[in-house]
């Protein structure tokens, strides 16, 4: 598999407005390794280059403002420039902003996250199973119930393409989808009690949903799962249920 370079342009305007503490490393330049957690160099609040690391995979973003948000993440906009790997760029791909994880911003392959329940800011993995790394970019809470949601870019010869129907997977569910077997599982739910998961086949380079199975919990904590496929399922994932 080959390595990458991407440069992300991103236009705005944002003041810093907090300074560097040890939980919000990842907003103040300080490069992170994404598996420990743990810094692989002295901070510089000042520097305008932040490096994150992962499974032996780097990315530094360099020119971003970020202030910090009530959650504690960062809204990073400006002149962003965002790179991966140490060979020969792709062009740029140019966002409005990105939202920067305090804790493991980089996230690397197919796996659990390093810590339950982190939201990575950015996401290397496979998802049109080509064989070359694709790239998840954390940029608004589309997703369901303030989850970040991501635009998803496929790697290819030219440059990197968006492609709208990963990106969707995480719009009104809850994270980035997660792979079993041959299939990649989106999330959602409505309030405490019901859950489901969308599955979906890759096919030419696409997500094609395969079914979705609905988990109820009734008030006496038992649970009954029912599996939707063809037009019910299509009719579920378009909201009309």
Same mark, same amino acid.
Do not use: N
């Given at each position: ?31 992170t390794d ?8 002295p901070a ?11 499974? @032996?995979?780097? *990315? #530094? ?10 959650? $504690?993440?960062?809204?990073?906009? =400006? &002149? ?78 030219? @440059?990197?393409? *968006? #492609?709208?129907?990963f990106s ?6 809850? $994270?980035?989808?997660?792979?079993? =077997? &041959? ?59």
């Open positions: 598999m080959r390595q990458l370079v991407l440069i992300v342009a991103v236009f705005g305007l944002a003041a810093c407005s907090s300074p560097a503490t040890s939980e919000s490393s990842a907003l103040q330049s300080t490069p994404s598996t420990t957690g743990q810094p692989t160099a510089s609040p000042s520097a305008e280059v932040r490096h994150f690391a992962a499974a @032996g995979r780097e *990315l #530094s973003m360099e020119g971003a403002t970020c202030a910090v948000q009530p959650g $504690g993440y960062g809204l990073c906009q =400006g &002149d962003i420039a965002i790179s991966v790997g140490e060979v020969p760029s792709l062009p740029p791909i140019e966002l409005r902003e990105v939202l920067l994880a305090r804790e493991f911003p980089l996230h690397v392959g197919e796996g659990e996250l390093a810590k339950p329940g982190a939201t990575p800011s950015f996401v290397l993995v496979d998802y049109d199973r080509d064989g070359t790394e694709d790239l998840a970019v954390a940029v608004d809470r589309l997703g369901g119930y303030g989850h970040w949601s991501y635009s998803v870019y496929l790697q290819r010869d030219e @440059g990197w393409v *968006l #492609s709208p129907d969707a997977l995480t719009e009104g569910r809850m $994270g980035t989808p997660r792979r079993d =077997g &041959d299939a990649w599982v989106a999330f959602g739910k409505s309030g405490c009690c019901q859950h489901w998961e969308e599955r979906y086949d890759v096919m030419e380079g696409k997500p094609v949903l395969r079914d979705v199975a609905i988990t109820t919990v009734s008030a006496d904590g038992s649970a009954t799962t029912e599996v939707l496929r063809g037009d019910e399922a299509a009719a579920h994932v378009r909201g009309e249920h």
